[in-house]
């Protein structure tokens, strides 16, 4: 969708604050650092928190995004802790995904619109290994009209269904709709309803 191309995250990104802040995602860290480090894509990337946390823990990370703005500060975090991810800048639809690669992916917070939803997804599932594990949070439905974060467009949210028949493919772990409170800078601060998944490939 139009509003958010590479020129409104670039606009975003463009402030000294990490608007989304420098701290991982509480249920990415969660689980990231329950698995040995292998290597790890992480679609959507924006800032560099998470790739940069699993970068200190040991993960060799490919991150993508569209916006410049998002690279220039994920490796200026980078640098603050002495670590390094591979940022590649890219419309995802262009980005060369290495087929049974990757020990494990992470989808935080990274919207789709419906007609590009799944085919993205599936090329993330087969870029796992076997025993790949994907962690994924996002905003639910039950998100739209709040001012707390994530595209107010009813196609991007989703169900718990929906994620459940986007990664049928792979063995379910974990799966919730729930609400919480988020405190992730400025952007993300919050009552949220959100949707967690783990999945491991088979």
Not at 53 to 68: C, E, H, I, L, Y
Not at 78 to 91: L, N, P, R, S
Not at 186 to 198: A, D, L, M
Request: include cysteine; charged fraction near 30%.
């Amino acid at each position: 969708m139009i509003q958010f191309n590479n020129t409104f995250w670039d606009e975003r990104y463009s402030t000294e604050e990490f608007i989304y802040g420098k701290e991982p995602n509480e249920f990415f860290k969660e689980n990231i650092v329950k698995l040995n480090p292998g290597k790890l894509l992480l679609p959507g990337e924006g800032e560099g928190r998470n790739s940069v946390f699993a970068a200190r823990s040991g993960w060799r990370v490919d991150a993508t995004d569209q916006s410049s703005a998002g690279k220039i500060k994920a490796e200026k975090l980078a640098d603050e802790f002495g670590v390094k991810i591979d940022y590649t800048v890219c419309d995802i639809t262009q980005y060369k995904f290495r087929d049974n690669y990757y020990d494990s992916a992470a989808i935080i917070y990274f919207h789709l619109p419906l007609d590009l939803r799944i085919n993205i997804h599936n090329r993330i599932i087969k870029s796992l290994k076997n025993k790949g594990v994907l962690i994924f949070e996002v905003y639910s439905k039950e998100q739209y009209g709040k001012a707390t974060g994530g595209p107010q467009d009813p196609d991007m949210l989703y169900t718990l269904e929906d994620v459940e028949r986007d990664f049928q493919s792979l063995k379910t772990i974990f799966a919730e709709s729930k609400t919480l409170y988020l405190n992730e800078g400025s952007k993300h601060i919050g009552e949220s309803s959100v949707i967690r998944y783990i999945g491991i490939k088979e």
